[in-house]
């Protein structure tokens, strides 16, 4: 069954490709977030925007509100399920307009993944295998997209690896490829890098946690820095080693 506290988190991750155009600009929560200032609003811009570029700024802007991440609504938590239905609608319609859009994809699987904290567990196992779907087509399209890898990365640590056992194969490989690039241009993130070295080590000591190898587990786990958003995360999952 679903462990009960289960909640997938988006991917708060830095634009590395945008422009002002660019499905990448529309990720910024500023940006988004003053697109529109209601929910009459929205719905009137979807009667004549119905492009792929339209639906998504509908979707992305719906799925901000349900992280938490942007309040131009004023929503409340209560919220958050209705949201982020109305958000797969929006991606669902961009992608089946833009179909080889991998940025679609990789939010959609988003949205898709963040629904598994509600339903019942046939529910939860639908949303989750759309999820994982719509991500892995994301990465295939592009794969050498930094921003998919880690939108990737940063749900792929919440699925149960009972139910989803190909996340002992994507995590190590999304997380080598960020510090790979890293290690090749370490300004290529800026004052988030930090962040982005935590989630790559603790998602590979996690990784080793499934997979019973402590040693290594230990090692990336005590690689992730202090201070950052995985650091509590990091030592609760050392303290339960040690127990």
Known sequence: MWKTY?????????????????YEA??????????????KEIKEYAKTNTTALGYYTVGVFYLYHAYGLVNT??????????????????????????????????????????????????????????????????VIMAPSHL???ENRLRSYINLPPEYFPNIFKSIPEDAD?????????????GAYAKEVKSLCFYAKGLVAYYQKEMGKAKQFL?????????SERAKALLKKMGE
């Open 6 to 22: 289960l909640v997938f988190v988006l991917c708060f991750f830095e634009i590395l490709y945008a422009d002002d155009s660019s």
């Open 26 to 39: 529309l990720l910024v929560p500023e940006k988004i977030a003053g697109f529109f200032q209601s929910e």
């Open 73 to 138: 609504l004023k929503v409340s938590k209560k919220d958050y399920r209705r949201l982020t239905r109305e958000a797969i609608t929006s991606l669902e319609k961009a992608q089946k307009l833009a179909p080889a859009e991998p940025m679609i994809l990789s939010m959609l699987g988003s949205a898709y993944l963040f629904s598994c904290q509600w339903g019942g567990a046939s529910d939860r196992m639908r949303n989750g295998r759309k999820g994982v779907f719509y991500m892995d087509k994301a």
């Open 147 to 149: 921003n998919i890898r």
């Open 177 to 189: 490829m960020l510090l790979k690039a890293m290690e090749k241009d370490f300004s290529l993130y």
């Open 222 to 230: 005590g690689m992730v820095e202090t201070g950052t958003s995985f």
